[in-house]
């Protein structure tokens, strides 16, 4: 009696003869084997012959199939030693359900599934035979490859899907993990792929696509994957670099490839492509969120003029995350009432009046106090919300100037309105409906300030809302004049009433002659294009009386009023009075030596100021400062040269000279010498040293005053 190595339950109420047995074996769909003790073959069914083409009548004499390619289901390859039959031969056990690949000589794939089973002797209880069996499952094999084909792969382009992206993304990290190396992760849209697609068709856009798959999959490396994970969509895994310049070689050959031009039909096309790359593991983050991470670096590459990549930072990110949070807690601080304007008054210094005011944003924040708008503003800049609150500036300032009225205080009221707030759409209609219900006495009160007009892209929409909004009474502004490129464009477009020197150049106009020479051309420039000009960031007496000369009388600065909460306004506006030395100052339109002589007296103000200063903390300049040479000073230069060869004729200039050799003689003691000084004696020095100074500035005026005679 044989004995089989497996035991299987019997469910045969008959046992078959021999003949039944063949009938049986014969007519199964399975391919049933048998083999001797040597692995020699000894019976196949007819299933058999035709898996594997040969005939009954020749049946093969080894293991059936073994000259052909066969490999595993995970695609090694499969050793004859590790065939079910020679295993089972070799250990004596049964060996089941063993999932063999085929790859037949017209390349055709045969998937089996085999199992082989020992039959032992019964009394010696050694291998007598071995049975196999090999079930075709080809058809079940492909059906499922088309399946997760349909699950994991783009039916256009046959790239990786988003699914398979996902596995592939752990594997990729994982292995990154283990060898220290740095995967890419790139996001990829294309751009100028919707015209293709509107203008040529849906057939043409598809092919694109295909050929820009077939490029990228081609210009990728073994182990990377591209996937195609929407419309013009595509991720990219690139693995194994060592180094962020060889990443931006691998990406740079990408952009290249995918921009060189297509044969669509009969027609040539041109895209190109914006990628956003995150690196991992620098960018640590799951896999889900270092999508969105390169999505958003792809993003900023469109941003940027597209074809080209940018590299997801984190730093910016967060930035970008604060200021969603931030933007969203100054749309809170307008809907709690914790924004206020503050109101800087603007002077005709010249005829000693109050003309206006100028409206400028506060955040009275509970926490952090009174904020300026430099501290929360530019977080908006690029937000809807800054035209919200433009909207309630504008609203807030009209009220204002109702309720000033009511007091009699009949003033102008400026407002800054941001470029951006200019392009919104609604804007001149917003601004229309909301004066609708105001007098004319209101609207006419109102002047808006340009503010960024380097923003101003398009003079010519801006020039269509200021239009529409003079008809209404208000009045424009350019702020911050002379920053811009493209202030002249502006000034020469745009029907402005006002132009607003920026405060930069007021403020160092004292000591730079090229500030100076910026600001006189404003005023010039405001004069022939019969604009008023104000100067704002007027901070001292001297830039008061500068501006004065050269010609410009409306003004705004800390020297005459800090920004002051409305409630303050009426009251500083009653008690209001024009220091008398603005009178003092003459106007005719200057000349050039008429500014070197202003500089000049600034200038010493100035050089005087700090030398008393030091005197003051007991430092005193060292001797050797050219400060202290009366030829190096910016007055000395000038007096020794272009001055010296224009006016030596004049005794009052030459009267200068002496006055101004004692005077920096006198200083350059004192600051030698001020050390072994007792304290009585500095100060005697000092004094000294300012009235010579106060004789000095009266000579220089008296000359000047000579020149603007003349
Ligand atoms: P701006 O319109 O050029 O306003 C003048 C700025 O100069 C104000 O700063 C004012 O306080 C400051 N200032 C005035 N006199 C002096 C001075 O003598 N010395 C110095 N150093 N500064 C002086 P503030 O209030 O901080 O406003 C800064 C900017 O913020 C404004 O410049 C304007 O561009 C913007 N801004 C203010 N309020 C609003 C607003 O309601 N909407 C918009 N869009 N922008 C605003
Ligand atoms: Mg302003
Ligand atoms: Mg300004």
């Not at 220290?180 to 919707?194: S, V």
Request: with cysteine.
């Amino acid at each position: 009696m044989e004995d089989i190595g497996v035991h299987f339950p019997s469910i045969w109420k008959h046992r078959p003869d021999e003949r039944q047995l063949q009938a049986i074996i014969a007519t199964l769909e399975e391919g049933i084997q048998l083999w001797d003790s040597e692995g020699k073959h000894l019976y196949s069914n007819p299933a058999i012959a035709a898996l594997f083409d040969f005939s009954p009548d020749h049946p093969p004499d080894e293991f059936s199939f073994s000259k052909w390619p066969c490999y595993r289901d995970d695609g090694t390859p499969f050793h004859l030693e590790d065939y079910p039959v020679a295993r089972v031969l070799a250990t004596g056990l049964a060996q089941t359900r063993v999932l063999l690949h085929i790859v037949k000589p017209d390349d055709s794939d045969l998937w089996l599934r085999m199992s082989a089973y020992p039959i032992f002797d019964a009394k010696t209880k050694r291998i007598t035979s071995v049975v196999s069996s090999a079930a075709d499952i080809t058809q079940m094999m492909e059906q499922g490859r088309r399946m997760e084909q349909m699950a994991h792969y783009d039916a256009l382009t046959r790239l990786p899907n988003r699914v398979l992206l996902a596995d592939r993304m752990y594997q990729a990290m994982a292995r990154s993990q283990r060898s220290g190396e740095t995967l890419a992760i790139c996001m990829m849209d294309l751009d100028g792929f919707k015209p293709v697609n509107d203008t040529l068709g849906h057939k043409a856009g598809d092919q694109l696509l295909q050929e820009v798959s077939h490029r990228l999959s081609d210009s990728i490396r073994g182990g990377d994957t591209a996937a195609r994970i929407g419309g013009d969509e595509f991720a990219l895994l690139l693995g194994g670099l060592q180094s962020l310049r060889e990443f931006e070689m691998i990406v740079g050959r990408l952009l290249q490839v995918i921009s060189s031009p297509y044969t669509i039909g009969e027609q040539q096309v041109r895209i190109s492509a914006s990628i956003g790359v995150t690196l991992y593991p620098n960018d640590g983050s799951d896999p889900d969120l270092l999508l969105r991470h390169a999505d958003q670096a792809m993003y900023l590459a469109k941003q940027a003029g597209k074809n080209q990549f940018q590299l997801f930072d984190s730093n910016q990110d967060q930035r970008l995350k604060a200021n969603r949070g931030a933007v969203r807690k100054i749309e809170q601080a307008l809907e709690q009432d914790q924004l206020v304007l503050y109101y800087q008054p603007k002077v005709d210094c010249r005829q000693g009046s109050v003309l206006g005011v100028e409206a400028l944003v506060r955040w009275r924040h509970p926490v952090m106090g009174l904020l300026s708008p430099a501290e929360f503003l530019p977080l908006i800049e690029n937000d809807d919300l800054i035209v919200t609150l433009g909207e309630w500036v504008a609203a807030e300032a009209m009220r204002q100037i109702v309720a000033w009225q009511k007091e009699g205080l009949d003033i102008t009221v400026g407002i800054n309105i941001s470029a951006r707030q200019l392009y919104h759409r609604d804007f001149s209609r917003r601004l229309r409906e909301m004066m609708a219900g105001q007098p004319e006495s209101v609207t006419r009160r109102l002047e808006i300030e340009i503010v960024e007009t380097t923003a101003l892209e398009d003079v010519s929409a801006v020039k269509d809302v200021i239009d529409d909004c003079r008809k209404l009474g208000v009045r424009f502004a350019l702020d911050d004049f002379g920053t811009g490129f493209s202030s002249l464009v502006h000034l020469k477009r745009l029907a402005v009433d006002v132009l607003k020197i920026d405060q930069s150049f007021v403020r160092d106009m004292l000591n730079d002659p090229e500030d100076l020479a910026i600001v006189e051309g404003v005023i010039g420039m405001a004069a022939a294009f019969k604009r008023t000009v104000v100067a704002e960031g007027v901070e001292t007496i001297d830039h008061i009386l500068m501006l004065l000369e050269l010609g410009c009388d409306v003004m705004q600065g800390h020297v005459l009023s800090r920004p002051m909460p409305a409630s303050q306004v009426a009251g500083w506006v009653r008690s209001f009075k024009p220091d008398p030395l603005w009178q003092m100052s003459s106007s005719p339109r200057p000349t050039r030596d008429y500014f070197h002589l202003l500089l000049a007296e600034a200038n010493h103000r100035q050089w005087h100021e700090e030398i008393m200063s030091g005197l003051h903390h007991m430092k005193g300049l060292a001797a050797s400062n050219p400060k202290l040479d009366d030829r190096s000073c910016r007055f000395g230069q000038w007096y020794y040269n272009e001055g010296t060869r224009r006016f030596f004729s004049l005794a009052e200039f030459r009267a200068l000279e002496l006055v101004h050799q004692q005077l920096h003689q006198h200083a350059k003691e004192i600051c030698e010498n001020h050390a072994c000084l007792s304290e009585g004696e500095r100060q005697e020095q000092e004094a000294r040293l300012v009235l010579e100074n106060l004789e000095f500035v009266h000579l220089l005026r008296q000359f000047r005053h000579t020149l603007a005679k003349e």
